[in-house]
Nanobody, 127 residues
């Protein structure tokens, strides 16, 4: 069983930054895709960003391109999400997920392909 733990959420003003971190219990970063999803109140969960296991290539939802950056540290089994220029619409619970994605270049955020999930961390963007 792979344990996934998120950290780094909090309250930030619009235009501010936060860095989320995802710690994975097993050495899976070079063989699995690690993704960040989020779910805002009253909305469906959506994919935000992911980083591929084999080549470390990053993928982003259009809504966060240019503002969010995903990175990984294979030695530490961690994946970070640097979030800059945050907007109120970024307010959500952010989840880290681990899985094997079949066609990552086409469909990087199919939830059923992610086997292990964290409990989530709250990000609130408000003045």
């Amino acid at each position: 069983q792979v344990q996934v733990v998120e950290s780094g959420g909090g309250l930030v003003q619009p235009g501010g930054s936060l860095r989320l971190s995802c710690a994975v219990s097993a050495s899976t970063l070079d063989s699995h895709t690690i993704a960040w999803f989020r779910q805002a109140p009253g909305k469906e969960r959506e994919g935000v960003s992911c980083i591929g296991g084999k080549d470390g290539e990053a993928y982003y939802a259009d809504s966060v391109k240019g503002r969010f950056t995903v990175s990984r540290d294979i030695a530490k089994n961690t994946v970070d999400l640097q979030m800059n220029n945050l907007k109120p619409e970024d307010t959500a619970v952010y989840y880290c997920a681990v899985g094997r994605v079949l066609l990552i270049k086409l469909w990087p955020f199919i939830e059923t392909e992610y086997e292990y999930w964290g409990q989530g961390t709250q990000v609130t963007v408000s003045s």
